[in-house]
């Protein structure tokens, strides 16, 4: 199975445990393999219509996008659950995506998404969320917020405290 199978496997049972989705980034066959609640598709990877047909129907299937015109696509093709936008603001782990897309994009993306939820992500922190989610996004996705915080359980908390406030 490899390493990154057992990793799956290992995630899979803890995720269960928690109640939580696992969701696999890029690699179908290994959430196919561990049991996994679905996939996540980079803008790169898989054509969404064949994940879907491989993954089946029931599984969550989403898709990172960069532009309004991947939003209507996506949105047109009707085989991912939600799309993942951004970068809405700067961030080291999104560069290679270009620059800063902004809250306005984020907007348009939304509205050109349809019915198919959106994740904002990209340098956003607990003191963006609440302009972010104004777009109508359905929630946020980060990386830096909590990893380079100095108290990650902390700034997770403020995360989902801010996020919550939004949506109450």
Request: aromatic share 2%.
């Amino acid at each position: 199975g490899g390493p990154l199978l057992e990793l799956a496997l290992e995630l899979r049972a803890i995720t269960r445990r928690a109640g939580a989705l696992l969701l696999v980034n890029d690699r179908l066959d290994l959430a196919l393999a561990a049991g996994a609640d679905g996939a996540h598709l980079p803008s790169s990877s898989f054509d969404a219509r064949d994940a879907r047909r491989l993954l089946g129907e029931h599984a969550m299937l989403g898709l990172s996008i960069h532009s309004v015109e991947e939003a209507r696509l996506a949105a047109e093709q009707g085989v991912v659950d939600y799309l993942q936008f951004g970068p809405v603001y700067a961030t080291g782990s999104k560069k290679k995506y270009g620059p800063p897309q902004g809250i306005e994009a984020l907007e348009r993306v939304v509205e050109s998404a349809g019915a198919v939820k959106v994740i904002a992500v990209g340098g956003i922190v607990s003191a963006r969320v609440e302009s972010v989610m104004a777009t109508g996004c359905a929630g946020v996705s980060v990386i830096g917020a909590v990893m380079s915080a100095p108290d990650p359980g902390l700034e997770t908390t403020r995360l989902l405290d801010a996020i919550s406030a939004c949506s109450s």
